[in-house]
């Protein structure tokens, strides 16, 4: 009956999150309850589904507090969003949140965000035609390809495997920025030949495609490129399959993974980054039943959030639960 709940309230939260997430700025929260709203990503994305669960396990078990999921454009607006006050706890890939604390590339000044945990990792997961002639990410030299939403962790990813595979991409493909959505209706129209996506698994969208698509459509092997963006960018990358159970892919897919981090502003206060990080992991159950790939947030790895600072509050908490 617990988890029959939470899934109701989830999806009252949801539909909160879907009409846009235009919002008062809601500051840090204090003690004593108030407002928080959670930066997540597209509408088909694991983000957005973990969001809208955390949102409804924050509004049942958290007296005072009242939570809501708002779609975005993920890990890099997110971050922007968080630093501008328009969110309290956002989403983020890993590389990207790294990127902020360190005022690099997407970011021109040092960004004072800090984690509550470390969470799932991310897989990058491109999609072909199977008509396309593509076999690597070198071959989508002159193909339409989706790198993902704007200022998305999506994105960042898709131009440093093209860049990895010795592509321009501003130049040697006809890079389409859409949403994950979108990309899967582009794909199924044959208006682009490929996707890439940053994501858990399963991701809605990508199952979406495989199932309607078929052998039209294939996963692309990308570990290759794995040394070359470690030397770059560092052990935030690492390889893993994706299980060819996932989509009914024909053999496991050797692809590239990035952790996923929850982040908040280093001013928000001790006690209510203390109380989060307790609702998260002590309502888990509520989270996996929303989508499997929160499976992958384990205490065993709650604190490994660097170059990131974990949050003092958060610290105590994982201390205490371990």
Not at 264 to 270: A, E, N
Not at 274 to 280: I, R, V
Not at 304 to 309: F, H, I, M
Request: proline share 4%.
């Amino acid at each position: 009956m617990r988890l029959r709940s939470v899934a109701v309230a989830l999806v009252t939260v949801v539909s909160l999150a879907a009409c846009g997430g235009q919002r008062e700025p809601s500051g840090s929260g204090s003690e004593s309850g108030g407002r928080l709203t959670i930066a997540t990503g597209n509408t088909t994305g694991v983000y957005y589904q973990l969001g809208g669960a955390l949102a409804s396990v924050i509004s049942q078990k958290m007296s005072g507090y009242r939570a809501t999921a708002s779609e975005t454009g993920a890990s890099v607006q997110n971050i922007q969003g968080l630093v501008g006050g328009n969110y309290d706890i956002a989403f983020s890939l890993g590389d990207s949140a790294a990127d902020a604390v360190n005022g690099e590339n997407s970011f021109k000044t040092k960004q004072d965000v800090v984690a509550l945990t470390r969470l799932y990792n991310n897989y990058t997961q491109v999609a072909v035609r199977a008509s396309a002639n593509i076999n690597s990410i070198a071959d989508l030299k002159g193909k339409r390809v989706s790198t993902g939403s704007p200022n998305s962790g999506t994105e960042v990813i898709a131009r440093r495997l093209l860049e990895a595979a010795g592509l321009d991409p501003a130049s040697d493909v006809t890079a389409q920025r859409l949403g994950l959505p979108e990309s899967v209706d582009a794909m199924k129209s044959g208006s682009i030949d490929a996707l890439v996506w940053s994501g858990g698994l399963p991701t809605g969208g990508i199952t979406d495609l495989t199932t309607s698509m078929g052998k039209g459509v294939k996963l692309l092997p990308i570990a290759d490129l794995l040394p070359k963006m470690f030397d770059k960018y560092g052990a935030v990358y690492s390889q893993a399959p994706i299980p060819a159970a996932t989509y009914k892919q024909p053999a496991d897919v050797a692809t590239i993974v990035v952790p996923n981090v929850l982040l908040v502003r280093k001013d928000m206060k001790d006690e209510l980054a203390e109380q989060l990080t307790k609702t998260l992991y002590e309502n888990m159950g509520a989270l996996v039943a929303v989508n499997a790939a929160a499976k992958g947030i384990t205490l065993e790895n709650a604190t490994k959030t660097d170059p990131v600072p974990l949050h003092p509050g958060a610290k105590k908490a994982l201390d205490g639960l371990k």
